[in-house]
């Protein structure tokens, strides 16, 4: 083995070479066409001390892991508000309680017949249900798709994961307390002060929201920097409060989110903070890499197999189920499903815990991660992919829907939009999206606007446009569109960063639209002058280019007045 020992001088050179490393692996994984967090994970075991041992410092990796996390959630938490949480939350809240109750109640049998005693498939079937919340944004980030229908789901419903994590945990504490004081009453104490604190603290930052967010924003955003500054240590502030109140760090940073959700500097923030938070991010991954002990896993490998194809399988299933029957789509239901195709480092953290309270032997804990490994690799293919999967699919997911998904687009609405005609279909309610639709209203076209982002959906609706849920991605939406009578069918989706993860979405709606033999013409907006010429050539009529249409329009405006500025001199 390699001797690298020199670099446990100082945490710089460690720092150094960690990252040194983390751009070999992720442009070794690009090359491969594999996805990001997938190099990380590698990169921290390579860090780790099952192969090159460079972390010593652990503590200072954890320290700007837990930093991440804390700006993640705070990101999140400033997409969500109150109109959002009473609009899905009974849906997360169902959603989520019934995932992890029949996860737990499969996984102990499952844990039984592979020949665990009664308290370790117990342990092991909890830790099943967990699912890594920083990971699923971070990949509904990447594919933007955090503000679409599925996204919004699964993050509730990770968030109820979460919330059942703290109190599995919180549970497990109180035993240990209850077992030091020799008495169950010190376990009852211990969870009711928690109950009471979280309860404090939602009462807290709802006063906030209501009578100081915006006013002190307002402030503290006449400089930019203060306004970064600010925001970095109110999350850290709200996460730190968490965890010393016994709720966690993560659920403490996104309330820091949610209370600054309703400012009008949200967006500003969320822009300046995006780079911090992937370049922190980095240190999480490799932490969990790191604390992965490959030297546990040997005797475990049939076992976490079967718990894997479970995982992996099963657990979306149930979520498709649950969903399906409170009537959602099959294609949002499986688009959410994946989300809990993983387990999480809870789930390593909670198996930790009963080791410590003598509950467990390690054997549990080089089952569960080598769980992890596989599920968390794979998970992230399935959830990257997640369009092409359902494609192939679908045909066999028609068990999991409803013959009239209530709280999607119902039947009456769709027919009621079918014998509409409609002059153009916009799809995409972005900024330029928004801009189009106002001229065209104006113009008096009859429009029909579609996008993935409910609130966008409900917003547009109240001004009098027809909207409809949907995505580009959705070939069963384009089937159900009045096609026939449209003239033009826009493009206006926000541009992606495509990469080597996902489809582009303007390419797929083009191949729809052949597909259904749509007779109109379709225009595409790009911000990026070199795609011109492939749109052209995959089908569309007309490439709309936002900035340089807008220069040359500028342009024109100032040739024509100075055009009359110059007729008026020589008038004079």
């Avoid at 019934?98 to 092991?124: C, E």
């Avoid at 079937?125 to 996204?151: N, P, W």
Wanted: proline share 3%; aromatic share 8%; glycine share 8%.
């Amino acid at each position: 083995m390699l001797d690298l020992s020199f670099l446990h001088a100082t945490p710089f050179y460690e720092l150094t070479a960690l990252l040194l490393l983390v751009a070999l692996v992720g442009s070794l994984g690009i090359m491969l066409k594999q996805p990001m967090i997938v190099s990380l994970i590698a990169a921290g075991i390579l860090a780790g001390p099952s192969a090159f041992d460079i972390v010593a410092s652990h503590e200072n990796i954890e320290l700007l892991a837990e930093l991440g996390i804390a700006i993640l959630l705070f990101l999140v938490g400033l997409k969500l508000d109150l109109k959002l949480i009473r609009t899905l939350g009974s849906v997360s809240l169902a959603t989520g309680l019934g995932q992890v109750l029949f996860t737990s109640a499969i996984g102990f049998l499952l844990g039984l017949s592979l020949g665990l005693d009664k308290v370790a498939a117990l342990y092991v079937a909890v830790a099943l249900t967990f699912s890594s919340t920083i990971i699923i944004v971070k990949l509904l980030s990447d594919k933007r798709e955090v503000d679409s229908l599925h996204g919004r789901i699964a993050i509730g419903f990770l968030i109820v994961q979460d919330l059942f994590v703290v109190l599995a945990m919180m549970i497990l504490s109180a035993f240990g307390v209850g077992a030091q004081a020799g008495t169950g009453e010190g376990a009852l104490f211990h969870i009711l002060k928690v109950i009471a604190y979280s309860v404090l603290m939602l009462v807290i930052v709802g006063l906030f929201i209501r009578y100081v967010a915006t006013p002190l924003v307002s402030r503290i955003a006449r400089s930019t920097e203060l306004l970064i500054v600010f925001s970095i240590a109110w999350a850290s502030l709200l996460a730190s409060l968490g965890d010393y109140l016994g709720f966690g760090k993560e659920l403490g940073g996104l309330l820091a989110g949610v209370s600054l959700a309703s400012t009008p500097f949200r967006e500003a923030i969320v822009a300046r903070l995006s780079s911090l938070r992937d370049f922190l991010l980095l240190f999480f991954f490799i932490a969990l890499g790191t604390q992965l002990d490959l030297s546990l896993l040997g005797a475990q490998v049939v076992p976490s197999l079967v718990f894997s194809l479970f995982v992996l399988v099963g657990n979306p299933l149930i979520v498709l189920a649950i969903m399906g029957y409170m009537g959602f789509r099959k294609r949002t239901g499986f688009l959410a499903g994946l989300t809990v195709a993983q387990i999480s480092e809870f789930s390593l953290i909670f198996i930790a815990m009963g080791i410590s309270l003598g509950h467990l032997t390690p054997d549990s804990l080089g089952l569960v991660t080598l769980v992890g490994l596989i599920t968390i690799a794979l998970s992230v293919y399935m959830i990257t992919y997640s369009h092409f999967l359902y494609d192939r699919l679908e045909p066999a997911l028609n068990l999991f829907e409803r013959k009239h998904p209530l709280r999607e687009a119902s039947a009456e609405e769709q027919r009621r939009m079918e014998r509409v005609s409609y002059e153009i279909i916009l799809f995409g309610l972005g900024r330029y999206g928004k801009a189009i639709a106002r001229q065209l209203q104006e113009q008096g076209f009859r429009i029909l606007a579609i996008d993935f982002n409910p609130d966008e959906v409900r917003r547009w609706r109240q001004r009098g446009i027809d909207t409809m849920y949907g995505d580009a991605f959705d070939q069963e939406l384009l089937g159900d569109l009045p096609l026939k009578s449209a003239r033009w069918v826009i493009s206006a989706m926000p541009q992606h960063d495509l990469g080597v993860t996902h489809e582009d979405p303007r390419l797929v709606l083009i191949h729809g639209l052949k597909l259904q033999a749509y007779p109109g013409k379709i225009a595409v907006a790009t911000h990026r002058l070199h795609e011109r010429d492939m749109l052209y050539e995959k089908g569309a009529d007309i490439v709309l280019l936002p900035f340089q249409d807008a220069a040359e329009r500028a342009v024109e405006r100032i040739m024509e007045q100075s055009d009359k500025t110059t007729k008026n001199r020589l008038q004079s």
